[in-house]
């Protein structure tokens, strides 16, 4: 995943970028995930029940780290610390109803989060650019430059991007997607769930751990059980922007015991 916007006096900008996935014709009829045989099939065999041990390591290796950065510090946790408002910028109205129910099923689906679409790009503070494929290197040079573009797409080969600015607290302030529209349904959709979810915050991918979208060996096209325990545990208001591994692994076992409550009963799973 990676981000769209120059770092300015006072922030930092975190970059990682998803590694090309394989094509998938596009179905412009197939508005929601569930409708595509190729999620479909990899939701029927969604692994769903983790220790506890699991799910931290997940999220320690997920929220700590990041997989391509361009300045400051990656030890500490970087989350939104308010309401994240969401602007789509394109022509391209059937992928603007596509993410807007990526949002919504994001929104649902993590407890503290307060994350919503509008229609104002002056007041979104996590913006997303959808693109056609081939503009996608112009497009991203046009925020980095041409030489960082040229080193973004030799080291990680992105189909799409995703990546914020934060402030000296390790709050973000600002995150920014680029998505192509063009690579077919399945593609799109499991490039939004991943850009979007990593712009909130854990942006290392790591190939270690095989359940998480997190990885780019792994495509899911849908937001999975394992991400929704990494996404709720980064927004559980105990664990702050700034905190250090240290701080977070003291108030984790109590934060998961809650969090296990609510990822159970948003997605109906037994005991």
């Known amino acids: 995943m990676s981000a769209l916007a120059p770092p300015s006096s006072g922030f930092r900008i975190a970059l990682l970028a998803l590694a090309t996935v394989a094509f998938v014709p596009d179905t412009a009829t197939m508005a929601d995930a569930g409708e595509l045989p190729a999620i479909a099939s990899r939701q029927r065999i969604e692994k769903k029940s983790f220790t506890d041990g699991e799910i931290v390591e997940g999220f320690l290796k997920t929220a700590f780290g990041a997989e391509y ?49 509008i229609d104002s790009s002056e007041a979104a503070n996590l913006r997303v650019k959808l693109v056609r494929d081939r503009d996608l290197f112009r497009t991203i040079s046009s925020f980095y430059g041409v030489d960082k573009a040229r080193e973004i797409r030799t080291s990680l080969d992105p189909q799409c991007l995703s990546g914020f600015r934060k402030n000296d607290n390790f709050e973000i302030e600002h995150s920014d997607v680029i ?15 991943e850009e979007l979810l990593q712009s ?37 208001p105990r664990i702050k922007a700034g905190m250090t591994v240290a701080e977070v692994k003291a108030v984790l076992p109590e934060v998961l015991a809650d969090v296990r409550v609510w990822v159970r009963r948003v997605n109906d799973l037994k005991e």
């Open 69 to 117: 950065h361009l300045a400051g510090r990656v030890d500490r946790i970087r989350k939104f610390d308010g309401p994240v408002r969401v602007f789509a910028d394109s022509d391209r109205t059937d992928r603007k109803t596509q993410l807007a129910k990526v949002v919504i099923d994001i929104g649902k689906r993590v407890q503290h989060l307060d994350i919503a679409m």
């Open 179 to 193: 998505l192509t529209v063009d690579n077919g349904d399945f593609t799109f959709l499991d490039c939004a769930y």
């Open 200 to 236: 909130l915050g854990p942006i290392n991918d790591t190939t270690s751990v095989p359940w998480t979208m997190f990885n780019d060996n792994v495509s899911m096209g849908f937001f999975d059980v394992y991400d929704q325990y990494i996404l709720n545990l980064l927004y559980d």
